[in-house]
């Protein structure tokens, strides 16, 4: 995004084209979180027939990591901005910012609430996850581990051969993965019980 903070068209160049949504009743997969160092900074929602400008009532956000809702808390509440047109086409793109860190290593639960701007009838609720330097080695867990240090170390890039926004490897996305992504990874191991679970969503 050219690490512009604001929301504005370049925003579009830093979407994880790899990863989609997690819907309710869904059990979560490597596709559904990442594990970009940042945590979870940016969501944008395409609209359509958007009936007004959307603030950030119009959004329920919770983040947690249980199969159980009601263990789920209320995520720090983020920044909205709207771009008409500017979505899948040419709906409405809304796009909530978080800071750097501040949804890191759980679930966001985002709730797009049936109100008088938003127009729907009834909400719309997606999950997404972050955990910080898992690189998907495992379809049974999101764990960080040893293996994932290995893994970032053994596939490297240089200046000439910039990392895609889709390398699993590149931790910081700076588009080069190196000692800084291990070190990433190393800091982010935790204890099985506190790692991100690959919940059904509720």
């Known amino acids: 995004d050219g690490n512009n903070p604001a929301a504005n068209a370049q925003d579009d160049n830093a979407i994880a084209t790899d990863k989609q949504p997690l819907l309710p009743g869904a059990t979560a ?38 199969d159980a809702l009601v263990q789920w808390v209320t995520a720090p509440t983020p920044s909205v901005s709207l771009r008409p047109g500017a979505g899948s086409g040419g709906t409405a793109r809304v796009t909530l910012i978080w800071p750097d860190q501040a949804i890191t290593n759980t ?9 008088s701007r938003t127009g729907l009838t009834q909400p719309f609720v997606v999950y997404i996850g972050n955990t910080v330097g898992e690189t998907g080695n495992s379809s049974t867990d999101a764990q960080v581990t040893v293996t994932d240090q290995l893994r970032i170390r053994q596939n490297t890039t240089t200046v000439v051969n910039q990392a ?20 990433l990874a190393r800091q982010n191991v935790l204890p099985r019980e506190r790692a991100l679970r690959l919940i059904t969503a509720p």
């Open 164 to 183: 895609a926004i889709t390398n699993v490897f590149d931790i910081n996305r700076d588009r080069q993965v190196g000692a800084l992504d291990v070190l």
């Open 29 to 66: 997969s490597f596709a559904n979180y990442t594990s970009y160092s940042k945590g979870i900074n940016g969501v944008m929602v395409d609209i359509s027939r958007l009936a007004g400008v959307p603030q950030a009532s119009d959004f329920e956000c919770r983040i947690g990591n249980s």
């Open 107 to 115: 679930w966001l639960r985002i709730a797009v609430l049936a109100t």
